[in-house]
């Protein structure tokens, strides 16, 4: 199998400290379907009384969806529609910011107890179509929404979408999936071609991919209408996603769109102040950059 590409994280400060591994989006390929956002936390050791610059204060986003997944180590989320929620390793939080939101993320239960920070954070551009739709916010928890199984070595968790007869209870807005595989050493399990753009992400542990082997922090892009052959060469996590391209979208820091006349719209809203902030956390604010 030929990959058509192979990414590796780079440094990036979300500020305060707090460091993560960009993956995308990458000068080379910025989605890989909807996707058009991949950041890789930690992992990161936080004993108690860790600081509160480490928190993301609030900040808007239009025209996506944030997804937030942890494997350990727990979010405070505030947005301004007045959700509040604890997020915990294992469980979906999927916000649709569509015409706008805004949110924080904050480290409470790491500052109160001391904590492991290490997830995932994407983001999924909306179609056109959807791109204003009311912002939302909806946490999903329960193995009846995520369906799993586990098989030869390897455990699968449906974050999102739909693939191999499952589908998750997820609220999406175009055809997609991502999965969650837990992969004992030697353990080996294949990804279909069910969807045109697909990649693979290695968030522990090495893999290997038809011949390709894969490191800790790598996405590698899988060629069109090639199942993938995934094989652990050492206990692995892996993180697989992918969907139908949507079209180009543009990006200004937490802002995608279609139109870069959105985007400035964006911009000029947030700077006058415009856009409510959390509920019960409107004191700061992350100005635009």
Do not use: C
């Not at 500052?111 to 946490?139: C, D, K, N, Y």
């Not at 996405?219 to 697989?240: N, R, S």
């Amino acid at each position: 199998m030929d990959a058509t590409l192979l990414i590796d994280r780079r440094t990036h400060d979300l500020g305060g400290g707090f460091i993560v591994g960009r993956v995308l989006p990458f000068r080379k390929r910025r989605m890989v379907g909807p996707f058009i956002f991949f950041d890789h936390m930690g992992p990161l050791e936080l004993a108690a009384g860790a600081p509160r610059e480490l928190d993301v204060r609030p900040h808007p986003h239009i025209g996506l969806s944030t997804v937030t997944y942890l494997y350990s180590g727990a979010i405070t989320h505030r947005d301004s529609l007045g959700s509040l929620q604890e997020i915990r390793p294992g469980a979906v939080n999927w916000m649709t910011a569509g015409s706008g939101i805004t949110h924080s993320e904050r480290l409470e239960y790491a500052r109160a107890h001391g904590a492991t920070m290490h997830g995932i954070q994407s983001w999924v551009a909306l179609p056109r179509e959807a791109e204003e739709t009311a912002p939302s916010f909806h946490h999903y928890a329960g193995a009846d929404q995520l369906p799993e199984f586990t098989e030869d070595g390897v455990h699968s968790r449906l974050i999102a979408g739909a693939i191999d007869g499952q589908t998750a209870q997820v609220q999406t807005h175009s055809p997609l999936f991502y999965l969650h595989w837990r992969m004992a050493a030697g353990a080996r399990r294949s990804l279909n071609t069910q969807y045109a753009e697909r990649a693979v992400y290695v968030a522990q542990g090495s893999i290997e991919v038809g011949h390709h082997p894969l490191a800790e922090g790598q996405m590698l892009i899988l060629p069109a209408g090639q199942p993938a052959q995934i094989t652990a060469l050492q206990p692995a996590t892996v993180m697989l996603l992918g969907g139908e391209p949507i079209g180009e979208r543009f990006i200004y820091w937490n802002f995608v769109s279609s139109s870069k006349d959105r985007l400035e719209q964006a911009k000029e809203d947030w700077q006058q102040q415009r856009m409510k902030l959390p509920v019960g956390d409107d004191q700061e604010f992350i100005a635009l950059p």
